[in-house]
């Protein structure tokens, strides 16, 4: 299988061609995406709304693309010895795409 280099990160091609099911920008998919955010990703890792918890801050990263967001939620991530967990399974590909939409509103957070 063909992978897509994103940042660093090898993206298996069929991954990188998903597409969202909404524009990344609905105010409803970005509500609904905070929603899933601080139920689920806010207590112990990334903080409320993004903010620094005990895993990176995702206010303000402007590096982060969405083929990049989405990947890494669904699949999980592990970085030199810090494990982010995959929701695949847990969360359906709708509500993926509506929390890469919650982290991509947060470029411009302070």
């Known amino acids: 299988m063909m992978a897509l280099l994103l940042a660093g990160i090898a993206l298996p091609t ?3 061609a998903q597409q969202p099911p909404f ?4 105010p409803a998919a970005i509500a609904a995406g905070q929603r899933t955010f601080n139920t689920n990703c806010a207590g112990y890792c990334h903080g409320k709304d993004g903010m620094v ?22 699949n999980g991530r592990r970085d030199a010895g810090k494990l982010m967990p995959a929701w695949k399974g847990q969360l359906d590909d709708k509500t993926i795409w509506q929390l890469t939409a919650f982290i991509l509103s947060l470029k411009d957070a302070k």
Do not use: M, Q
């Open 14 to 16: 069929a991954a990188a």
């Open 53 to 74: 918890g005990r895993a990176p801050s995702l206010r303000d990263r402007t590096d982060l693309g969405a083929e990049e967001i989405h990947h890494t939620i669904t």
């Open 23 to 26: 524009v990344l920008n609905d």
